[in-house]
């Protein structure tokens, strides 16, 4: 899941997007009301989290903005004991808040709360199209033309991490980070060969070649026209 984060304070900001990004999202942050804005209104995202004191505006003013053009799920982050914002924000249309200093787990928690209440409504936003890949995050599974693929966890991870930055080079540490929960040590194999078996059971593309490409240094990516793959 995209998740776009407006927040000015740049340290919690950090926080919680390292926690948010363990926990296998994928986090926006801009620190201005206008940008905000913007960036909500843009198609592309799953879910905000928005602070109610910005520079630029208000919290509450841009969710009203992005309430008359879009439903898209909504967690105000509020100053602790501030009710009367909390009560706005949830007449206004927030799907839930928080009050800060927030703790990031119980934040991940609410957020995968709203979305599943969102996703209720709309069974589509529960998977992933890749070519004849279909990949269901509620149920974990992966179907090539209809079939079940049988992955292991950590593979599934993998194949989602790298499905969700499509067409870009995902640092191999920040998949084994994001797949595995843990960094890489020295002489650490573990990844190579959880791709190596991905790979295996994915089979070649459409066009007849490799899905995952290897950015020798770098990392990894899932490209968009396998073709060019090495």
Known sequence: MNILLVDDDQEL???????????????????????GLNEALSGKYQAVILDIMLPGGSG?????????????PIIMLTAKGDEMDRIAGLEIGADDYLPKPCNPRELAARLRAVLRRRRSHDVADACLELDELRIDLDQHCVYR??????????????LLVLAREMGKVVE???LAELSMQ???????????????????????????????????????LY????????
């Open 182 to 220: 843990r960094s890489l040590t020295l002489f650490d194999r573990s990844l190579d060969m959880h791709l190596s078996n991905l790979r295996k059971k994915l089979g070649p593309s459409p066009q007849g070649g490799p899905r995952i490409k290897t950015v020798r240094g770098i990392g990894y």
């Open 13 to 35: 900001v950090a926080l919680l997007t390292r926690y948010l990004e363990r926990e296998l999202f994928h986090v926006t942050s801009v620190y201005h009301a206008q940008d």
């Open 145 to 158: 033309d209809g079939e079940p693929i049988d992955l292991t966890i950590t593979e599934f991870n993998i």
């Open 172 to 174: 191999k540490n920040r």
């Open 60 to 72: 509450l003013d841009i969710l009203r903005a992005i309430r008359q053009r879009s439903e898209l």
């Open 223 to 230: 490209q968009a026209d396998p073709r060019d793959a090495d």
